[in-house]
């Protein structure tokens, strides 16, 4: 039981359903949904992906862009554990089960506004920026349910000569079970500037809010034949009752349970340029590390006496970093044939190594986040555009990093869909995005610390996997 306190950080399982990095999510518009690349826009979403680009928007006055996607998201963990031989813990001294968490976030909603003179522009964004939503796993995480047989089995080995034997996971019920939701609602302001035909930059901020709440439990039971055992033996030698009579009771070998809110903010300073010759254009936009600390308002906190002290950094009014990394975006894009065809490259780099995170986890990462995307747009006519892109993510991944609670994938995604020019000032945007993801093998070791940090050490393999597919429509409208 020596690790069971991990079982706090389970239920703040983080969900990343949207493109991004680790901690971001870059996936806010319809527009990025069908073609990805968006770093050289000059349309509504540049308010987002592009903010300088709003001074070389076609529509001077008002525009407004309302989007909303929904995204779901299968995280699993396929654990397969291995104990010394002959310790009995397991059948064949093997444990092997694929644990299925689902991700869901049926609404994400982003609202664009914009207003354009020739000369400057002032503009606003909000919507999901981080989280993005629920990951519930139905039978809970390999790790505090080996924790939990590991802890009843070394717990009860003592009690061996009066039982036969410690007590196995064969002998009793294991209930187990987390949910985690996370969201961080961005707003954002900003100022554009055209200097000249060619030149405009954008200085802006974007006030960043998280919360999250996390529920979950360990819970085992001993099964009928073990409390009638346990029962019997506290009858016939009753020096052992005040110990074996608890262990009959329902929930009696294991209970462990949280319910835990998570609240912070912090604010984001953003510049931007954008660099526009004829058909030729280049932007970046640069984002601001953002100092973050989240406050726990935790309304049950339930573990064996004696792990008190492993619980404190989740109790009621503790607070925890989680910075939100600064970010360049570069891009170039290209209209090949004016007012019809056009292609965009873009950069990404995320300085996630330098983002405080609880455990300082971002130490362990090999580099920040690279993110290669490209995307292309063609307009078939002045009624229908089509749209297609594809990104690259590849994060500085590490075994000391990944963990059952908080685990992540290198991954690509393509996206697909169009636009329709309903009339002369009201746009409907229409994509689909799906990403596909790299296993992430993590191999444990006895000489390493074992499984988890489990005691006994014992040797266990947690493979890593995901999938991801996002729908979503929008509408843009000038004023």
């Not at 003179?117 to 999901?128: M, R």
């Not at 019920?173 to 707003?187: A, E, N």
Request: net charge negative; proline share 4%.
């Amino acid at each position: 039981m020596k690790k069971l306190h991990l079982l706090i950080a389970a239920v703040a399982v983080s969900l990343s359903v949207n493109a991004g990095g680790l901690l971001h999510n870059t996936n806010q518009s319809i527009a990025f949904q069908r073609m990805m690349a968006r770093g050289a826009s000059n349309e509504i979403d540049a308010v987002y992906t592009n903010p300088a680009g709003i001074s070389f928007m076609d529509h001077d006055g008002w525009t407004l862009s309302l989007n909303i996607q929904s995204a779901y998201q299968k995280r699993n963990v396929d654990a397969t554990i291995m104990t010394p031989a002959g310790m009995g813990l397991f059948p064949d001294d093997t444990y092997h089960k694929k644990y299925e968490g689902t991700a869901a976030a049926p609404i994400i909603p982003s609202v664009y506004a914009a207003y354009k003179t020739p000369k400057w522009a002032i503009s606003g964004f909000f919507g999901i920026v981080g989280g993005g939503g629920k990951a519930t796993f139905d039978d809970g995480l390999p790790m505090f349910d080996a924790a939990v047989m590991a802890g009843i089995y070394s717990k009860t080995t003592s009690l061996a000569p009066i039982l036969g034997s410690p007590i196995t996971p064969s002998m009793y019920s294991l209930d187990s079970y987390m949910k985690g939701k996370q969201y961080i609602f961005g707003g954002q302001l900003g100022f554009s500037y055209k200097f000249n035909e060619h030149f405009s930059g954008y200085a802006g901020f974007r006030v960043n809010y998280f919360t999250g709440n996390y529920t979950g439990h360990v819970n085992a039971t001993a099964g009928e034949q073990l409390a009638t055992t346990l029962q019997q033996v506290s009858l016939a030698m009753p020096q052992y009752s005040s110990i074996l009579m608890p262990l009959a009771a329902e929930d009696g070998l294991a209970h462990v349970a949280i319910d835990c809110t998570q609240t912070g903010w912090g604010v984001t300073p953003i510049l931007g340029i954008n660099y526009k010759w004829r058909g030729l254009t280049l932007a970046a936009k640069y984002e601001f590390k953002t100092n973050l600390s989240i406050e726990n308002d935790t309304k049950t906190l339930e573990a064996p006496a004696g792990f008190e002290e492993k619980l404190e950094h989740y109790a009621h009014g503790v607070n925890t970093p989680s910075d939100l990394p600064s970010v360049l975006y570069a891009a170039v894009g290209y209209e090949f044939i004016p007012n019809k065809l056009r292609a965009t490259v873009e950069y990404h780099y995320y300085d996630d190594k330098h983002a405080d995170m609880a455990g300082n986890k971002n130490k362990e990462l090999t580099h920040g986040t690279h993110e290669l995307l490209a995307g292309v747009e063609w307009d078939i006519n002045k009624t229908f555009t089509v749209s297609a892109g594809a990104q690259r993510t590849d994060y500085g991944l590490s075994d000391k990093y990944q963990s059952n609670t908080s685990f992540s994938c290198d991954s690509y995604s393509i996206g697909l869909g169009g636009a329709i020019n309903v009339s002369e000032n009201v746009k409907i945007n229409l994509g689909y995005f799906w990403t596909t993801y790299k296993d992430y093998k993590k191999e444990m070791t006895a000489a390493d610390g074992g499984y988890n940090g489990i005691s006994p050490a014992i040797t266990g393999t947690d493979v890593y996997s995901r999938t991801n597919r996002v729908f979503g429509a929008g509408v843009d409208f000038k004023f």
